[in-house]
């Protein structure tokens, strides 16, 4: 009988002790004496023997966890419907897990009931965050808005026992209408643009016009002058005026034609008779 009793004491003795515990890296321990009451948070490594009737050890996980979500049907400043995909980076505070576990049991343990406590967070913050500013200055600069909820959305999970570690807006996805309002002013831009190139162009046509026309009138003003001075020398100089007649005649005058120089009409009429050519007479009109 003595040596069931011992024996029942040493079986009792050792269900209520905890004898060795590991904690891996990314994880702490919750000491817990009588089962209730956090009593020591304990780091990463081997710990025990922990005595006690209702002594145990819980491994928490305060790692990061990731995770994207997405809210098709926000509004920004300016009235557009829009729609964001924000990722974002938390995990458990080691310095508010004693807190968190006397709070929220189920969330200090689990980490899908844990991201199901942030996202009850997340929706709130996104809205107002979005309703800060237009859509036109959440694609001209998506960090403002990261930034936004990220400020925001970190006083919430501090909270709860978090901290948010990262938070950035993955897509920003505008309503159709506003898509095609982006589309009609980048159409009007390029037609813009297409019509000051054609501008510089047609100014650039009309610079050359202008320029060939100065050209041409300049060469026509020198043509007058030549002809000018031609004039003044046929008028003093008959014999000049004779060899120019007979210069351009040559150029009329082909390589074959024969040319005759007689005093008078009826010597030429003689001469080709002669020759074996039928003149052809002219009568004065």
Same mark, same amino acid.
């Given at each position: 009988?003595?040596?069931?009793?011992?024996?029942?004491?040493?079986?009792?003795? *050792?269900?209520?002790? !905890?004898?060795?515990?590991?904690?891996?890296?990314?994880?702490?321990?919750?000491?817990?004496?009588?089962?209730?009451?956090?009593?020591?948070?304990?780091?990463?490594?081997?710990?025990? %023997?922990?005595?006690?009737?209702?002594?145990?050890?819980? $491994?928490?996980? =305060?790692?990061? =966890?990731?995770?994207?979500?997405?809210?098709?049907?926000? !509004?920004?400043?300016?009235?557009? %419907?829009?729609?964001?995909?924000?990722?974002?980076?938390?995990?458990?505070? %080691?310095?508010?897990?004693?807190?968190?576990?006397? &709070?929220?049991? %189920?969330?200090?343990?689990?980490?899908?009931?844990?991201?199901?406590?942030?996202?009850?967070?997340?929706?709130?913050?996104?809205?107002?965050?979005?309703?800060? *500013? /237009?859509?036109? @200055?959440?694609?001209?600069?998506?960090?403002?808005?990261?930034?936004?909820? *990220?400020?925001?959305?970190?006083? @919430?999970?501090?909270?709860?026992?978090?901290?948010?570690?990262?938070?950035?807006?993955?897509?920003?996805?505008?309503?159709?209408?506003?898509?095609?309002?982006?589309? &009609?002013?980048?159409?009007?831009?390029?037609?813009?643009?297409?019509?000051?190139?054609?501008?510089?162009?047609?100014?650039?046509?009309?610079?050359?016009?202008?320029?060939? /026309?100065?050209?041409?009138?300049?060469?026509? &003003?020198?043509?007058?002058?030549?002809?000018?001075?031609?004039?003044? /020398?046929?008028? #003093?100089?008959?014999?000049?005026?004779?060899?120019?007649?007979? &210069?351009?005649?040559?150029?009329?005058?082909?390589?074959?034609?024969?040319?005759? *120089?007689?005093?008078?009409?009826?010597?030429?009429?003689?001469?080709? #008779?002669?020759?074996?050519?039928?003149?052809? !007479?002219?009568?004065? $009109?």
């Amino acid at each position: 009988m003595k040596r069931i009793t011992i024996l029942i004491l040493f079986m009792l003795l *050792f269900s209520s002790c !905890v004898w060795r515990v590991a904690i891996d890296e990314g994880e702490v321990g919750l000491r817990m004496n009588d089962g209730v009451q956090v009593s020591e948070v304990l780091e990463p490594g081997r710990h025990g %023997p922990f005595w006690g009737w209702y002594a145990k050890v819980e $491994q928490v996980n =305060i790692s990061a =966890i990731t995770h994207e979500w997405t809210d098709p049907d926000l !509004v920004t400043k300016d009235k557009q %419907p829009i729609g964001v995909t924000i990722g974002f980076t938390f995990a458990r505070n %080691p310095e508010k897990i004693r807190e968190m576990r006397q &709070r929220f049991r %189920p969330e200090t343990l689990n980490d899908e009931a844990l991201l199901r406590l942030v996202l009850n967070r997340l929706p709130r913050v996104a809205k107002s965050s979005t309703a800060q *500013f /237009t859509i036109d @200055e959440m694609i001209a600069a998506r960090t403002i808005l990261d930034n936004h909820i *990220f400020e925001n959305l970190s006083a @919430e999970l501090d909270e709860i026992g978090v901290v948010l570690l990262d938070v950035g807006v993955n897509n920003i996805a505008p309503s159709p209408s506003y898509l095609a309002l982006l589309q &009609r002013k980048a159409d009007a831009q390029v037609e813009v643009e297409v019509a000051v190139e054609e501008g510089i162009l047609a100014e650039e046509n009309l610079i050359k016009e202008q320029l060939q /026309t100065e050209v041409e009138l300049e060469l026509a &003003r020198r043509g007058n002058l030549i002809n000018e001075e031609l004039a003044k /020398t046929f008028q #003093t100089s008959p014999e000049y005026f004779e060899l120019e007649r007979l &210069r351009l005649l040559g150029d009329v005058i082909g390589p074959s034609d024969t040319i005759y *120089f007689t005093e008078s009409v009826e010597q030429l009429m003689i001469m080709l #008779t002669q020759s074996g050519v039928t003149p052809i !007479v002219v009568p004065n $009109q």
